[in-house]
Nanobody, 123 residues
Framework: QVQLVESGGGLVQAGGSLRLSCAASGRTFSRDAMGWFRQALGKEREFVSRVSWSGAITSYADSVKGRFTISRDNAKNTVLLQMNSLKPEDTAVYYC????????????????WGQGTQVTVSS
């Protein structure tokens, strides 16, 4: 059974940092691109970042570029999202997902999802 479990969310003041982790189990994802999405209350799920299977290629939403860094450790079947200089508008539930096919920026292109971890940034 494939399972993705996110952790590392919490409450932080604006300007602070958090590091999200996504642990995958059930099978190896070392040949799959992985992504992070987020969904704020009352809003649609939006793309945050993605990393290629090797970790060599990354992409970011404009809103987080320069502040967030995605990485992966295939030996541990883990994907990380380092979030710095957090803003109140970063408040959302953050999800990791395994890419299937299609655009990396579209949530419908991903086949496995975690349950999400809440990130709240206070002003």
């Amino acid at each position: 059974q494939v399972q993705l479990v996110e952790s590392g969310g919490g409450l932080v003041q604006a300007g602070g940092s958090l590091r999200l982790s996504c642990a995958a189990s059930g099978r190896t994802f070392s040949r799959d691109a992985m992504g992070w999405f987020r969904q704020a209350l009352g809003k649609e799920r939006e793309f945050v970042s993605r990393v290629s299977w090797s970790g060599a290629i990354t992409s970011y939403a404009d809103s987080v570029k320069g502040r967030f860094t995605i990485s992966r450790d295939n030996a541990k079947n883990t994907v990380l999202l380092q979030m710095n200089s957090l803003k109140p508008e970063d408040t959302a539930v953050y999800y990791c997902a395994v890419h299937d096919s299609g655009s990396y920026y579209n949530f419908s292109s991903y086949k496995y999802w975690g349950q999400g971890t809440q990130v709240t940034v206070s002003s």
